[in-house]
């Protein structure tokens, strides 16, 4: 590399750098943070997308700041430039963001020291090679930059607000940027410096000033407290200090590309660019792929479980160019996970679900490249000149058939793949995918967002009463923040304090009422149905029944207690059933999500099986005797790392705050909880599995029910089973081996009828044999029989066939039901001689079937198609009959 190297004894590793930065900014104040999840508790994305995303809500002030200085190194994924990943030096779905934070504290002046003394002094880069950039109105920074750290005037870049500024959105905080690049050829001097030339420039540290706040016609005021949010990519510096012409080449990502090129038999330098490319793209998603299964997500086509799908999919079709012809994913995921355990031991913790998930995975992809191939042949039986651009997208995008294979295929036939015609559908979904994208918003537009945002968090108060005096704080009515509302109206309305139980950790909202005297004077009365959470604001959501209601009032909430004894005997039940999932199935099964209802439960775990119905009874045994026990819960506060010491389960990828709430039932249970439970597990009274399930690849589902809820799911079943023994003439014991005695009797009856159709079919047949045409050395019959199945028309077409000699060509059509003409059956049978001519009964009768709407196939020597319109079976009859007998003798047959 050109230019001054960094200093010996700097950090040079990728978990050197890392150390390195967390430390400079801890010694100075900053409180360290965990990375957060990939996925984000925020719902206007679908994963963590950058490193200020976990502190979002602190930002906007809707959240307490964990302190007033914070430092993170933050796993981030972002896919909107995926087409660039391995093509260029820097672009990536997984990487690191390095960080420092000011919420309110320190700002500009600070920040930009900071990091110059990190990157020239810890890190060891020469002044000669750095270049700063400006908001082209941020005078301020350009004289901190050249005054006070002492930049060189000329390498100090105003640039636009496209560059740098930083905006939440349309409206909300907003700020000026300030960059640090770094310059590989400094030799070239200092003037006309051009940061875009990325042959040239690197930007590695980027410095967001957040002070203004702009409002709904862009003016900017300046916020009272103003912010620092700063970036670092850690695989940029990797890059720059261990001199390599690329994130790819360094030891983030290296031993990766290393793996796979052994797994492919290749080595890396001796490729071309193109085999390079799919080596570097195999490294990165790699790394992705492990890091968003650690965190919770399963392959699917929705949301962050299609992004995952796609990059494992990738993973693969570049192991295929490469030559591996063998799964080899879980082999990846290895060496991903050994790669980066030290930073994310969570990673070790998770190896058996990561590497199940990712041969589950492969395999189903193998198999949808072995469906693509099918349909790319289909294509080819068309004898097209060319494959257009449409059709080899929908094999690319629909089924994931790689382009690279289907040019190979059709180069094989020799074809050729319309290549702009393939840009063009790539283009246009391209257009349609950054058109549905989710920019990180900041904004609140919504009326219940505005009100929520503008209140104090709610004291919750249900834990210990069920009914609580409060002040209505805010009321939203008819869907518009209003300040009154009368009887009738729907309403959202937030109180200082409440008993209402908000929905959340998979535990549905309280429902209840609200009492007191209205604003009129009158009586009050409003109907709570729902209890959200809008971060720490709790939301009542119901309609007025009586009176009217004002901001300011004092109310009496009073929680409804038979639904919440129901929702606490469910959720304390759910507990149960983890544990019991534990000891039963695989002690390492986590919770993949949950519902706690007032009549049900449901509970979502990582398991790559079915739980077995014997496994199953063993845990309502075991359960119903936890319940039948009486243990007495123990529910306390305490540190997240003391509760984690004391063994408590959390919900993998959860957020929890330093202090968390730990619900015990003990000998048995230990999780962190901020539902609702029983005091005893004997108030639960009885648990009942209703039901097992799959819900997506590796998550299994239970449902069950649990409390009084379990008295009405049986009171269903016995009145079902009442009737049936009515029905059947037999008591509640001999109904299974009644029932089973009628399939079988169905059965048999099922099987005569078949056996009499199939033999009315050939009777009827028989007849038609004296029909046939002569065609020189051939007999040709083209003939109709309505009010036969498939199989017996089968059985005539042979029949018929093996009559007429090997020169036989056989074609019977008819409606199984003559009253319905939506559905037609058509057979061909054909004897060696005609088969010898070119004629296929496969490829024949699909041509037929086309007339009616239909299709279908099957051997040379026997076919069977189907339509969906009966009106036309006369005229496909006739026009099979003349093409049969063009193709077999003199067009006047």
Known sequence: MAGAAPRTGCPRSGAEIRAAFLAFFEQRGHRPMASASLIPDDPTVLLTIAGMLP??????????????????????????????????????????????????DYFKEQAIQWAWELSTEVFGLSPQNLVVSVFREDDEAEVIWRDRVGVNPKRIIRMDEADNFWASGPTGPCGPCSEIYYDFKPELGDEGIDLEDDSRFIEFYNLVFMQYNRDAEGTLTPLANRNIDTGMGLERMAQILQAVPNNYETDLIYPLIETAAGLAGIEYPALDDKGKTSLKVIGDHSRAITQLICDGVTASNLGRGYILRRLLRRVVRHGRLLGIDKPFLTAMGEASIALMQAAYPQLL???????????????????????????????????PTQISGEQAFELYDTYGFPLE??????????LTVDLAGFEAAMEAQRQRAKAAAVSLDLTLQEAIDQVAAAAEATAFKGYEQLEHPSCVLALVVNGEPAERAGAGDAVQLVLDTTPFYGEGGGQVGDRGVLCGQGADGAGLIVAIEAVSRNRSV?????????????????????????????????????????SALKQVVDPGIGQAGSLVDFDRLRFDFHCPRAVTPAELEQIEVLINGWIADAHTLQVQEMAIEQAKAAGAVAMFGEKYADVVRVVDVPGVSMELCGGTHVANTAEIGLFKIVAESGVAAGIRRIEAVAGPAVLAYLNERDAVVKQLGERFKAQPAEIVERV????????????????????????????????????????????????????GLQSAAQGLADQLGEGAAVVLGGLPDPADLGKVILVAAFGKAVIAEGQQAGKFIGGVAKRCGGGGGGR??????????????????????????????????
């Open 405 to 414: 294979l289907t040019e190979e295929i059709a180069e094989e036939h020799g």
């Open 538 to 578: 709790f939301v009542h959501t119901g309609r007025v029944e009586r009176g009217s209601l004002a901001i300011g009032d004092l109310v009496n909430a009073q929680v409804d207690r038979a639904c919440r004894r129901r929702a606490q005997a469910n959720h304390t039940a759910t507990h149960l059933l983890q």
């Open 349 to 383: 913790e998770r190896r058996e679900v990561i590497l199940a998930e990712l041969a589950r995975e492969e395999a189903r992809f193998l198999e949808t490249l072995e469906r693509g191939e099918k349909l790319l042949a289909e294509v080819l039986v068309a004898k």
């Open 55 to 104: 502190f979002k809500p602190v930002f906007l002030g809707q959240q307490e700041r964990p302190a007033s200085r914070a430092t993170s190194s933050q796993k981030c994924i972002r896919t909107n430039d995926i087409e660039n990943v391995g093509r260029t030096a820097r672009h990536h779905t997984f990487f690191e963001m390095l960080g420092n934070f000011s919420f309110g």
């Open 860 to 893: 040379p020597n026997l076919a069977q198609a189907g339509g969906r319109d009966g009106a036309a079976l006369a005229g496909a009859l006739d026009a099979a009959r003349q093409e049969l007998a063009v193709a077999l003798g003199p067009a006047s047959c």
């Open 740 to 791: 089973a005695a009628l399939q079988e009797e169905l059965k048999a009856t099922g099987k005569a009828l078949a056996a009499a159709r199939e033999e009315l079919a050939l009777a009827k047949s028989a007849a038609l044999a004296g029909q046939a045409e002569a065609l020189g050395a051939f007999q040709l019959l083209v003939a109709r029989l309505d009010g036969v199945e498939g199989g």
